[in-house]
């Protein structure tokens, strides 16, 4: 079978064996006659395949009983509009961190709902009666990674879209946690919120229904159709998640990824990455060719090559490699190969 090794940011590579066990009962969804994608929403066969995804998102993140686990049919930038109609009454402050497009335009969308205050620089002196602080713990675009921030006490809202299950998180430190899965878990269609209790009750009248965090809560995600099929991928997905050895072994293994593709990237005089070494994301590695000339042919030998995705952001130019769980170590290297071998060539 030819599968390309896919770097794209997302919709992203998922492992074959997933994809392989989707097909295999893709007509007859564990002998129950219907495929997933027919199956009621509603009835007792998919109510316990919604039951066992969530107990495997808890038990791989560790997420602790006063925290809700929503599965919304709903885009990442869904979130941007819910976050501050959830959590913020009217005139109250959020606090935003900028590092990056997509924090960038959730503030953006936030202002629409209440005032917000953008920290652009790392002298964050964050309001104590904010109704939350919010950043994006790995920027998607621009390859940029921060820590979780001091925020004294105030609820810290993440996005943690292209970073959720790919390493280990104490859920203790955040107040509300979101990622569209298509990044890195499962096909579009699917956002994880992870919510503390005590945030719950406080969405404005004007919030629509199906953003409405407390009531999907109270009916289990399902005021609405649900993604059935990108539910049970999530599920598949936390499988392989488990047989891999967990988040720590699938972090170490991250980390090695990332650490071997920025030190080819700094050792050549041929592909430069701008990022300061702290702020480096371990899961999208952004880099440029010496002269933007050479890009397409980049492209296209890449391709001929077996690899595909490659190519930066429209807004930021260049290249992107996404590295995400279903990379592998060899898969880095063909990479490395390949860069190395083009460089060469020029
Ligand atoms: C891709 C991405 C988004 C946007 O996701 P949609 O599901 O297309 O809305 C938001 N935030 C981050 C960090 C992303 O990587």
Redesign the pocket.
Known sequence: MNRFINFA??PAMLPTVVLERAQKEFLNWQDHGYSIVEANHRGPEFGELLSQVEAKTRDALAIPQNYRVLYLLA????HFAAIPLNLTQDGQTADYIITGL?SSL?AGEAEKYTQVERHENFNWNFNQDAAYVYY?D????NGFLIDTPDTHGVPRVV????SLLTRPIDVNQYGLIFA?V??NIAP?GL?IVIVRDDLLGRAREITPSVLDYTLQAEHHSLLNTSNNFSIYMTGLMLDWVQEQGGLTAIHARNQQKAARLYEFIDSSDFYQNQVSPPHRSILNVIFNLKDDAYNEAFLQQAKQAGMIGLKGHRKVGGMRASIYNAITLDDVDRLISHMREFAQSI
Request: overall charge neutral.
């Open positions: 940011a997302g885009p990442a930038r869904a997509w959730a994006t790995n920027e998607t675009v996005d943690m879209t292209s569209g298509q990044k579009s956002s």
